[in-house]
């Protein structure tokens, strides 16, 4: 498949965002007889740090490849677009993400090892998305969420060229 940055920017960020749905049900399926169960509704959730969330996961992949740096920028222009951030605010964004972008990456390698199963970076992401409480049930779902959304642009991204 042939596509330009820009196309491939804002399928990317198009992708992330109707993970959240996906996300509820995994977690709201779990087993509800546990002590201290938790049933997230939409109003629990702060969904613009969901969508940050998987886009770390894909600007982390992206940037192992150098040929994928504009679309990474598109990816941010989409975000900005579609949360209505003013100029102020999208610079300001800018480096509110660049922070927790790092801070996602030093969690999911630490010590220089890569730790596929996201489950560190997924615990302080769920830490983010809920409003301060960690919930290991609700982490373990964003894993599963974040490693097949991760398996599948690795797949789609294997069989696009990227047109200038």
């Not at 702060?46 to 998987?54: P, Y």
């Not at 192992?64 to 920028?73: D, F, L, S, V, W």
Request: aromatic share 14%.
């Amino acid at each position: 498949m042939e596509i330009t940055h820009q196309q491939l920017g804002y399928e990317i960020y198009n992708s992330c965002k109707p993970k959240l749905e996906k996300l509820l049900v995994a977690y709201n399926q779990g087993d509800k007889h546990l002590k201290n169960y938790k049933v997230y509704q939409r109003e629990d959730i702060d969904d613009q740090e969901v969508i940050i969330a998987f886009m770390w996961a894909i600007f982390d992949l992206l940037n192992m490849n150098p040929k994928y740096e504009k679309t990474t920028r598109f990816i941010f222009g989409a975000y900005v677009s579609d949360q209505e951030f003013s100029k102020n605010e999208a610079d300001e964004e800018m480096r509110r993400l660049e922070k927790k972008f790092i801070e996602y990456k030093d969690l999911f390698r630490k010590e220089g090892k890569t730790d596929y199963n996201y489950l560190p970076v997924a615990m302080k992401m769920t830490e983010y998305i809920t409003g301060g409480m960690v919930n290991l049930y609700f982490s373990t779902a964003l894993v599963v969420s974040l490693q097949e959304f991760a398996l599948m642009w690795g797949k789609l991204l294997k069989d696009t060229v990227i047109i200038d």
